[in-house]
């Protein structure tokens, strides 16, 4: 198995303000000096590709920050694409995915520019430093162009664990779930060869996974849709889980949509394996303890003693967006670009990537 993620050359990581409460109102002053919408420019890209995930949007947005800015020395530029990152974490409910994304690619930069022929060392001109701004632009946009084929390549390792007669349980509407199933479909050459359990939650005001299933389906793939109860139900017809990840934190467990945990702990206590499918770029550098010690603030679990107006639908539609902590003893393997990892090698990784 493949255990290793290209990493860049040692550097002490930028260090980017803590947004320990992102739902609250404190939010992170937009970046000074240029006219630039970060914010406005992720959302752009969110809505122009649906295909597109919130860590890859997050770092094209950076890019084009790079291209619009008027900043004239390194120090200037990198203290841009800090402060315009913070701003766009403390802009969005749930930024685990895209933290990780956003300080990879601020990592990768810095690091691009200490490799020979950077333009990290030397004189400080003007000249010198357009050639270096255009530098860690060509290099931003080779950082994404990685990032979205990284997809391709998780489905290539991923469709070998399905084989005949395998019935996949998974949930969401994770995109690189979907491409390795849909790979995995295409290989069979048109012979059905496997099924799908797909889990749907009820707080989804929309269905997510909708697009997987019917893709799935187009294929000839026989798809079931159970609702979050029925898990434990259908576990003796399971081969394997397939889920995907927002986060792969440092000891190697994830964050997830709310209803992922639960499905470990089952797939656990059936003998069952469950995977993991995540790019590299939702490796985070978080070493949370518990379900409650995310840095991100939920309101899953609201007591009240008396009625406030709310429908049952709307308290449901509570955890809609919610997520929750996966321990790494219930993770049988990652699946990623680099190749399978078990879930002890994600904190070697993260220390070859960032240190």
Known sequence: MADRIPSPPSSPPSSTPPQDNPRAMDVAPEP??????????????????RDLTMPVAAIEALVELLIHSHASTISETLDLLETSTAHLKSCVPNPISLSAGTDLFQRYLIASLQRPGGGGHGPGTAGDFQSIRAHLISNGRLFVTRAKASRAKIAGYGRHFVRDGTTVLTNGGSRVVGALL?????DSHGGVRFRVIHVRSSSQASWEGADNIFALRSRGIPVASIPEGAVAYSLGKV???????EGVVENGGIISRLGTYQMGLLAKAAGKPFYVVAESHKFVRLYPLSQYDLPIEQRVIDFRTEEDGSSPKEDTEKGADAVDFTPPDLISALITEAGVLTPSAVSEELIKIWF
């Open 32 to 49: 000074r000096g240029d006219d630039f919408d970060i914010v406005a420019t992720y959302q752009r890209l969110l809505r122009e590709d």
């Open 182 to 186: 849909a790979r995995a479909a295409d």
């Open 239 to 245: 081969s394997m889980v397939i889920v995907g990840a």
